[in-house]
């Protein structure tokens, strides 16, 4: 059994495959097993991966599939993983060479269900360093986990017994998988230093504003209901009436004055409005809200009905 299963979805990255190939290839973890999952590219990127697949025969286990997305290309290669723990890492990204290594030494030592590193922004012109804060339990990780896939080491046990997966056909589907997943983790680690580099191309998904980025509602909706048929909403509603308003009314708000198309960024401010007053129509006086330090916490408590357009107009005007 690999000791670590890398899971690497692959669309249309031949520009960036090399060099996240290279740092895979090169880990100072030997036993690693790297799993590409080819999700229906079109450019060169199958050849890079079949060229590195003969190169490194015993460490990389190429696959192709039909393109259905970065979450199914997520959730095909879980099937195929040997890992005692499985880890994700974007095609378009790239890790230091002892990541793998120090996520396992930790996560070994420590009996740990998920080891969580921090992180690079790179960007055309400047990188920016990512330092996330250490949570004590799972109240606290679920109002200050950073969601992403990418700089966790999961323990594949968990995965299997709770047939947790990315939501396919979805944006924002780490916030999904990784919220989920959070009531199942009993011992999380860390490794305070920045292993991945998150590669900001402005092509992205990410990057890119339209009427996909309605999707945050059904994926939170799919969260909230998740706790619900587990009975977790008597243990866990405050923090999930938290984190909904949170990203209601900070990240999720932040781009979708960003869509070009005015009507359908009328349309989508409005319906964050609505939602987040018909979803907890209390939401103003959330505990985790009322004590939280910072300046996010005390924007969110001074919007109401009538700042909330002011505060779109402001945004809109924040490159």
Known sequence: MPKVSVIVPIYNVEKYLKKCLETLVNQTLQDIEIILVNDGSTDNSSEISKKYQ?????????????????????????????????????SDDYAE???????????????????????????????????????NNKKEMLEKVRVVAWNKLIKKEILVETQIQFPKGYRYEDIEFTYKLIPYLNKVSFLKKPCIHYIQRQNSIANSQNERNSEIFDVLDNVIKYY???????????????IYTRYLLCSSLLRMVKIKDKSTRKKLLQQTWTN????????KNNSILQKGKGSKNFYMRTVNKYTFPIYCTIFKCIK
């Open 228 to 242: 619900k048929e587990k009975n977790l909403t008597k243990e866990y509603g405050a923090q999930l009436e938290y």
């Open 276 to 283: 987040l007053n018909a979803k907890f129509p209390e939401w």
């Open 54 to 90: 003969n190169m490194y025969p015993q460490k990389i286990v190429y696959l192709e599939k039909e393109n259905g997305g970065l979450s199914d290309a997520r959730n095909f290669g879980i099937a195929y993983a040997k890992g005692e723990y499985i880890a994700f890492l974007d």
């Open 97 to 135: 060479y002892t990541t793998y290594e120090e996520m396992y030494e930790i996560a070994k030592k420590e009996n740990s269900d998920m080891v969580e590193c921090d992180f690079y922004w790179e960007y055309p012109n400047k990188r920016k360093t990512d330092i996330g804060v250490i949570y």
